[in-house]
């Protein structure tokens, strides 16, 4: 069983940063590969980035390429997707996702 938390979404202005957090309980995440995922109203859930277990390698869906960056600390069971340059579009709900295991989410609204 695997338990995923996020954490660091908010409201924020056009342009500004924001750095996400995904908490795994145990000991799936260091030999998984973990993704996020971020989902509109209404809309279904859109793949942002990848990060291999070990490797480190990453990769970006089109979404968000060039806007952020995902990591991962697997001493802590925990990885992290970076946002920059956020816009208005990018208010959704950003998941993160091991195997078939999903967090509840956490908000992200970008508004003057």
């Known amino acids: 069983q695997v338990q995923l938390v996020e954490s660091g979404g908010g409201l924020v202005h056009p342009g500004e940063s924001l750095r996400l957090s995904c908490a795994a309980s145990?000991?799936?995440?260091?030999?998984?590969?973990m993704n996020w995922y971020r989902q509109a109203p209404g809309k279904g859930r859109v793949w942002v980035a990848s990060i291999g277990s070990s490797s480190g390698i990453t990769n970006y869906g089109p979404s968000m390429k060039g806007r952020c960056t995902i990591s991962r600390d697997n001493a802590k069971n925990t990885a992290y997707l970076q946002l920059n340059s956020l816009r208005p579009e990018d208010t959704v709900v950003y998941y993160c996702?091991?195997?078939?295991?999903w967090g509840q989410g956490t908000q992200v609204t970008v508004s003057s």
């Open positions: 996702n091991i195997q078939n295991y």
């Open positions: 145990g000991s799936t995440f260091r030999t998984s590969t």
